[in-house]
């Protein structure tokens, strides 16, 4: 079994700050990528950034500048730095994983989410 989850969602008001995080655990051999995804009311989900083990990260347009996605490979973690935050970034954020367990079984497990919300 292996599990992600979310944390460091929140109320913050425009311009200001938030970092997520999301952790891989159980029968892990290998993660390929890790990402973050975001799915506002009415909308469908994006993607919003991208780190694979190997390659370029990638961000959608809409946040390149203000967020920063980083990882840690000794723990099985990846952050997202949101920066700048604007009231279009409200919308629950998904951590995605790829990654390969233990029976060499390529899967991909999705977190339950966390709220992101910019209001004054």
């Known amino acids: 079994q292996v599990q992600v989850v979310e944390s460091g969602g929140g109320l913050v008001q425009p311009g200001g700050s938030l970092r997520l995080s999301c952790v891989a655990s159980?029968?892990?051999?290998?993660?390929?990528?890790m990402g973050w995804y975001r799915q506002a009311p009415g909308k469908s989900r994006e993607l919003v950034a991208g780190?694979?083990?190997?390659?370029?990260?990638n961000y959608a347009d809409s946040v390149k500048g203000r967020f920063t996605i980083s990882r840690d490979n000794a723990n099985n973690t990846v952050y997202l730095q949101m920066n700048s935050l604007k009231p279009e970034d409200t919308a629950v954020y998904y951590c995605?994983?790829?990654?390969?367990?233990?029976?060499?079984?390529?899967?991909?497990?999705w977190g339950q989410g966390t709220l992101v919300t910019v209001s004054s």
């Open positions: 995605n994983v790829e990654m390969y367990n233990d029976h060499g079984n390529f899967l991909d497990v």
């Open positions: 159980g029968n892990i051999l290998s993660i390929y990528a």
């Open positions: 780190i694979p083990s190997v390659g370029r990260i």
